[in-house]
C-alpha cells in the first residue's frame, strides 16, 4: 500500500536541477481510437491506435528565493522570468521515485521526458492565507521510463 505523499518528485529544466515538486498530475498512458463499422450492419470493430502520453502539470510551494531570484540546488537556477521566457523550448526531465513508509527510495523511478509548456505564478488575492503555488506543464515526448 502506498500514500499519495510516498513520492520524491525531481524536475530538471535545461540540464538544472529545480529540486523538489509537491504534487503531479497528467501523466496518463492513453491511446488514439480508431473504430471501423463493417458493411451489413455489423457490429463496428476497434483497430486500436497510437499510444501517448498525457501532459504532466507539476506544483510546488512558490519560494521567493528559489523561485523569483533563481537561486535553485546547486546554483545556476532559472529565474520565474527566465522559465517564461523557455516556455515552449526548455527540456524537461521528470523523475517520479517510490517511497515506502519510512521514506526509502523503493524500487525504480518513472521517467519523463518532454518541453516545457506553461508556467504559472501564484494567484493573488489580498483576503486570502492560502499557499502560493508555482505550477508548470510539460508537454510529453514518448512514453515513461
Given at each position: 500500500?502506498s500514500?499519495?505523499?510516498?513520492?520524491?518528485?525531481?524536475?530538471?529544466?535545461?540540464?538544472?536541477?529545480?529540486?523538489?515538486?509537491?504534487?503531479?498530475?497528467?501523466?496518463?498512458?492513453?491511446?488514439?481510437?480508431?473504430?471501423?463499422?463493417?458493411?451489413?450492419?455489423?457490429?463496428?470493430?476497434?483497430?486500436?491506435?497510437?499510444?501517448?502520453?498525457?501532459?504532466i502539470?507539476?506544483?510546488?510551494?512558490?519560494?521567493?528565493?528559489?523561485?523569483?531570484a533563481?537561486?535553485?540546488?546547486g546554483?545556476?537556477?532559472?529565474?520565474?522570468?527566465?522559465?517564461?521566457?523557455?516556455?515552449?523550448?526548455?527540456?524537461v526531465?521528470?523523475?517520479?521515485?517510490?517511497?515506502?513508509?519510512?521514506?526509502?527510495?523503493?524500487?525504480?523511478?518513472?521517467?519523463?521526458?518532454?518541453?516545457?509548456?506553461?508556467?504559472?505564478?501564484?494567484?493573488?488575492?489580498?483576503?486570502?492565507?492560502?499557499?502560493?503555488?508555482?505550477?508548470?506543464?510539460?508537454?510529453?515526448?514518448?512514453?515513461?521510463?
Amino acid at each position: 500500500m502506498s500514500r499519495q505523499d510516498q513520492y520524491w518528485l525531481t524536475v530538471l529544466i535545461d540540464n538544472t536541477n529545480s529540486g523538489v515538486w509537491d504534487k503531479k498530475t497528467g501523466g496518463e498512458t492513453d491511446s488514439e481510437e480508431t473504430r471501423y463499422r463493417p458493411g451489413k450492419m455489423s457490429q463496428q470493430i476497434s483497430l486500436g491506435g497510437s499510444r501517448f502520453t498525457g501532459n504532466i502539470t507539476l506544483q510546488r510551494l512558490y519560494d521567493i528565493n528559489r523561485d523569483h531570484a533563481g537561486h535553485w540546488p546547486g546554483g545556476n537556477g532559472l529565474s520565474i522570468q527566465s522559465l517564461r521566457q523557455r516556455s515552449g523550448r526548455a527540456s524537461v526531465k521528470i523523475i517520479e521515485q517510490p517511497l515506502d513508509i519510512n521514506g526509502v527510495s523503493f524500487g525504480d523511478p518513472v521517467t519523463y521526458y518532454g518541453t516545457l509548456k506553461r508556467v504559472m505564478t501564484p494567484d493573488i488575492d489580498s483576503e486570502s492565507n492560502d499557499a502560493g503555488l508555482i505550477e508548470i506543464e510539460v508537454t510529453i515526448s514518448g512514453d515513461a521510463v
